[in-house]
């Protein structure tokens, strides 16, 4: 059954869209486009996003906050049978965002495994058929962030969540996002994501986690967000190195998220790094599962004028079909 969610997320050059921005995350970003964060706007933003009518000839699967799986409704269906509808995969995101490590400014770890059975049980009885965690690192040099000590906390509560989410039925998507923003080199990159994937896997096999039903969400690896923009060639060739140290052959997939790089960015670094993978024989799925990189450009046409529907999708629908293509 999870087998079956894995290959559909992963079937004809199709990707993920991520759509899970907690409250606060996407109430900035339409407040930072002078558009009004309220619970009406928020819903109609995202129904004119689900509404694009090729949206699953790119997109196999939406990762959902749970007020939108919960409450929330498009052409009288709840959100997640509207997508079932379309053949579009509900996924849900499951941690309880992000709190303080040990007083630092730097460092932080996911909140939520306590109530995690209970919640993924509740969203698998709405319709959800996978899951996302997502804890970050953020890279300072000053600060020697991060810690051993945050990357033991983080890659073990990743790896409970993905037991606990498996043992639900859902689908685990496993994101340790090493954050750009800084000015770290890419070796240094580099480095935390040894320090981050060695701990991580140790942690999933100590676990037991299914890895043939486990996907992970990763950054590429690239240079600090203050640093000119990395050649495409060094970014496929560091992320196709670290995957095949570290990533077990019998993993699901591996989907990336995009970070802030650019929609072009993001959709050229991904095209390269799945060229590289097979020519190194690194033959786990790989695709896409952005946010930002997929919506950006709609999200500023949209808030120009929140009643243009048909033109914010066909802005959505180009950059979509801009990912799909780089998946081939
Ligand atoms: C959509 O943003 C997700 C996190 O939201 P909160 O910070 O509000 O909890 C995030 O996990 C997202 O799914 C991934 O980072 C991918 O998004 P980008 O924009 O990096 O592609």
Excluded at 174 to 186: C, Q, W
Aim: net charge negative.
């Amino acid at each position: 059954m999870t087998k079956d969610i894995i290959n559909k997320i992963f079937q004809g050059h199709k990707g993920i869209l991520a759509a899970d921005e907690s409250n606060k995350t996407i109430i900035k970003r339409l407040t930072a486009l002078s558009v009004d964060g309220s619970e009406e706007n928020i819903t109609k933003y995202r129904n004119t996003l689900f509404g694009t009518n090729n949206l699953n000839n790119f997109i196999s699967g939406i990762i959902l906050y749970k007020d939108t799986l919960e409450k929330q409704q498009i052409n009288g269906l709840k959100v997640p049978e509207f997508l079932m509808s379309k053949n579009i995969i509900p996924g849900i995101k499951v941690d309880g965002g992000l709190e303080n490590f040990n007083d630092s400014d730097t460092e932080s770890y996911t909140k939520g495994l306590a109530e995690l059975k209970e919640n993924c049980e509740n969203y698998y009885k709405l319709g959800a058929r996978f899951s996302k965690w997502r804890s970050v690192f953020f890279i300072s040099t000053e600060n020697s962030s991060p810690t051993d000590e945050l990357i033991e906390k983080n890659t073990d509560d990743l790896a409970s969540y993905a037991k606990i989410s498996q043992e639900a039925g859902l689908v685990p998507f496993i994101e340790p996002e090493i954050l750009r923003d800084g000015e770290h080199s890419i070796e240094e990159t580099k480095e935390v994501f040894n320090r981050v994937f060695k701990s991580l896997f140790e942690k999933l096999t100590e676990k037991d986690v299914d890895f043939e039903s486990l996907i992970l969400k990763t950054s590429f690896v690239v240079s600090g967000s203050m640093l000119p923009e990395d050649d495409t060639k060094i970014v496929q060739k560091e992320t196709v190195e670290i995957f095949k140290k570290y990533i077990p052959e019998k993993m699901g997939g591996i989907v990336f998220l995009s970070g802030g790089l650019t929609p072009e960015q993001s959709f050229s670094y991904l095209h390269a790094v799945i060229e590289e993978s097979e020519k190194e024989g690194f033959l786990i799925p790989i695709s896409f599962s952005y946010s930002r990189a997929l919506q950006n450009n709609a999200m500023l046409h949209w808030s120009k004028n929140t009643d243009d529907v048909i033109t914010t999708q066909e802005v959505f629908s180009k950059d979509l079909k801009k990912a799909s293509d780089a998946l081939q």
